[in-house]
């Protein structure tokens, strides 16, 4: 399928400080974004989730922002707390309901205490 | 509640073996899914399931690879034939409609 995620593979964070984990991808009939947080040993953790007829949605210390005219998503996390150290994927489907959905390769977030 | 649950955590083959993955969705989800995550890579579809019915397993890498849900509930991936390929991270995933809710996964390591 479509590649998912071109992306920075790293980044450190202070703790405190805000991130941003940006993603790009390439289907234009995508309609529904998600990201998705995976801790070392687990399974990728929904965190929140976008229709493409919005450009913003925030959740609890998590912001997902969509831009269509550059196919760009990102996550922004406010305040990271160590526990948000994990890998962040971005997953793109045709539908909200859209079972096939595709997977970046991920990007490695560390918070510095 | 409970979430996926997968058996086992992980799982030593041989070359040539066959294994048998499991998974026990949250209760009610009528959809399934299977994803394949190689190492620092994002998870691949495999294959999905509503109810019983396989609806899709176009991302099976090969005849190999085998999954069933005969009574909508428990699914069970089986590998034949292993290959040091088939080394990687297994997850299931679940979903009452729309968002996808992932087991912990089961990590084969195939020698």
């Known amino acids: 399928g479509e590649s998912v995620g071109l992306h920075l593979p790293t980044l450190s964070v202070q703790e405190g400080d805000n991130s941003i984990i940006n993603c790009a991808y390439s289907?234009?009939?995508?309609?529904?974004f998600i990201w998705y947080k995976q801790e070392s040993g687990k399974g990728p953790q929904f965190i929140i989730d976008?229709?493409?007829?919005?450009d913003k949605r925030q959740g609890q210390r998590v912001t997902v922002l969509l831009n269509k005219t550059v196919k760009h998503l990102s996550l922004q996390i406010a305040a990271t707390q160590p526990g948000d150290s994990a890998v962040y994927f971005c997953?793109?489907?045709?539908?909200?309901?859209?079972?096939?959905?595709?997977f970046g390769a991920g990007t490695t977030v560390t918070v510095r205490a | 509640g409970a979430g996926v649950s997968q058996s086992p955590r992980y799982k030593v083959a041989k070359r040539g073996q066959d294994v048998a993955l499991r998974c026990d969705p949250i209760?009610?989800?009528?959809?399934l899914f299977w994803y394949q995550q190689a190492l620092g890579q994002g998870p691949e579809f495999l294959t999905y399931?509503?109810?019983?019915?396989?609806?899709?397993k176009s991302g099976l890498p090969s005849d190999r690879f085998f999954a069933e849900r005969p009574e909508g509930s428990v699914s069970t991936l089986k590998i034949q034939r292993t290959q040091q390929e088939d080394s990687a991270v297994y997850l299931c995933?679940?979903?009452?409609?729309?968002?996808?809710?992932f087991g912990p996964g089961t990590r084969l390591l195939v020698l």
């Open positions: 997953a793109e489907g045709l539908a909200v309901n859209d079972y096939k959905l595709s």
């Open positions: 995933a679940s979903s009452p409609s729309g968002t996808q809710y």
């Open positions: 976008i229709r493409s007829n919005m």
């Open positions: 289907n234009s009939a995508s309609d529904y």
């Open positions: 209760s009610g989800h009528v959809s």
């Open positions: 399931f509503q109810n019983e019915a396989q609806l899709d």
